[in-house]
């Protein structure tokens, strides 16, 4: 089957933001179509997604934020390059990489390939009459991922109502994805319950649907979920334990931590005791971005000296950039990777930054942006390629839900597998 058209256009995220959509139709009349997320703490080792700040083509509406110049990259250098080709996502990926040899995907725009790329995925199943997950995981029971899913929300997501970016669940006691959701959506209400009885306020909703409640220390917030965890009778440990993103390349200087809600400041041997005793005090499995994106030297400290089980989780760290895995591979820097598609800026390239992680036996995690769309695509590769966990926010708002619904769909509809890493 041949690819008919191209087209690159600009829709809103879901924090109203521009972002990049395309649409591939194929000769059979088919049309596919995937729309990009986009970060906030995002890393400066991310491939660059093309914004028009500053540049002619900025639509003043937008605070300049809109995404001509990648549209355009699609339509005018894009397009004309596909048209006709047979429809394949390796041979569409191929295509990209020549016409922007760059390691970061910065001529195009990273916005403008990771469309296209993710398009040509939906486009590449469907002419193999499949879906994207099933194009991934042709036979056998499809594995659905771990949810790791946010009740707190901080940081650059809300307003730095805490430091730390994100205190999440994991529900590592559940059997199916089904029930796993039912006890999040339990967590999260009763904690939205028990910040009104305390007289916090938990009507403000942070950019990935979690509660915007203040804290004066991470433990302080830590012991919150944990309550209610409990008051939903459930065991903590044992049935849901906590992850934390933490998220300290927004909160470092280059010399200290900052921690200013708790009004503390550490240099960096103080701030890794920090750590230190945070995950031997609180239920913690994974912790995420707990140092800077180029502190190199506490990754590796802290993870020689962390308990065994604990899941050390690379973000910004690691940008879903092969060379930087294969750094952190060499030097024991974590033991775990986040992998978002839109750090990368193609399908085919992320899949193998997480098969090399998972040839190097880390833990991948397959993650959504603060700023996401309506689309699921997100849950089919975190089950097409056998990833293990997944991270989509919190369990409110459409653009989150669509990718549980959508996880919820496969455990209703397909032989599935629930796969749990923390066994
Ligand atoms: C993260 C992501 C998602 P953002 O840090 O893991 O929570 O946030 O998309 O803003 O980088
Ligand atoms: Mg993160």
């Keep these: 089957m041949k690819i008919n058209k191209v087209i690159g256009y600009q829709v809103l995220d879901s924090r109203g933001r521009p972002t990049v959509a395309a649409a591939i139709s194929l000769t059979d009349g088919s049309v596919h179509t995937a729309r990009v997320p986009s970060g906030a ?73 990771l469309a296209v790329s993710l398009a040509a995925s939906l486009a590449t ?20 991922p771990m949810p790791m899913v946010n009740i707190l929300s901080g940081g650059a997501h809300a307003n730095r109502t805490m430091d730390i970016q994100d205190i999440l669940v994991v529900p590592v006691g559940a059997k199916t994805f089904t029930q796993a959701l039912s006890w999040i959506v339990a967590i999260r209400e009763m904690a939205a319950k028990l910040g009104k009885e305390d007289g916090k306020v938990t009507n403000l909703i942070a950019d990935e649907g979690g509660l915007a409640i203040s804290f004066t220390s991470i433990e302080k917030a830590c012991e919150f979920v944990v309550t209610a965890i409990e008051k939903v009778g459930l065991s903590v440990g044992s049935q849901v334990s906590l992850a934390l993103d933490i998220a300290a390349t927004q909160f470092y200087d280059g010399n200290n931590y900052n921690l200013s809600t708790m009004g503390k400041s550490y240099n960096r ?14 239920p ?35 940008t879903t950039n092969l060379d930087r895995l294969n750094r952190a591979i060499a030097e024991k820097s974590a033991n775990a990777i986040l992998i978002k598609p839109n750090q990368n800026g193609l399908v085919s390239a992320t899949l193998n930054v997480l098969k090399q992680a998972r040839a190097n036996n880390f833990n991948t995690v397959v993650s959504a942006r603060s700023g996401e769309s309506e689309d699921s695509w997100l849950a089919d590769l975190a089950t097409g390629w056998s990833a293990g966990q997944i991270k989509v926010g919190s369990t409110h708002g459409s653009e989150r839900n669509a990718k549980w619904n959508r996880l919820l769909e496969f455990e209703a509809t397909e032989n599935t597998k629930f796969l749990n890493p923390f066994n």
Excluded at 80 to 99: F, G, H, M, S, T
Excluded at 125 to 144: T, V
Excluded at 269 to 282: A, D, H, M, R, T
């Design 125 to 144: 199943a469907h002419s193999q009459n499949k879906s994207l997950a099933r194009y991934f995981s042709p036979d056998g029971p499809l594995q659905i």
């Design 41 to 113: 703490s995002t890393g400066k080792h991310e491939a660059k997604e093309l914004r028009d700040t500053g540049s002619k083509f900025a639509e003043s509406f937008y605070g300049g934020l809109s995404v001509a110049q990648a549209v355009a990259n699609i339509n005018e250098k894009i397009a004309p390059k596909l048209v006709e080709e047979q429809i394949d996502l390796n041979l569409v990926d191929a295509q990209l990489i020549e016409l922007d040899p760059s390691a970061d995907h910065s001529s195009l725009g990273a916005n403008a390939t």
């Design 269 to 282: 041997s103080e701030y890794l005791q920090f750590i230190k005793s945070l995950v031997s005090n609180q």
């Design 284 to 318: 913690i499995i994974s912790i995420e971005d707990p140092f800077a994106e180029d502190d190199w030297q506490s990754w590796q400290e802290f993870s020689s000296q962390m308990p065994a089980k604990l899941q050390l989780l690379g973000d910004d760290l690691l």
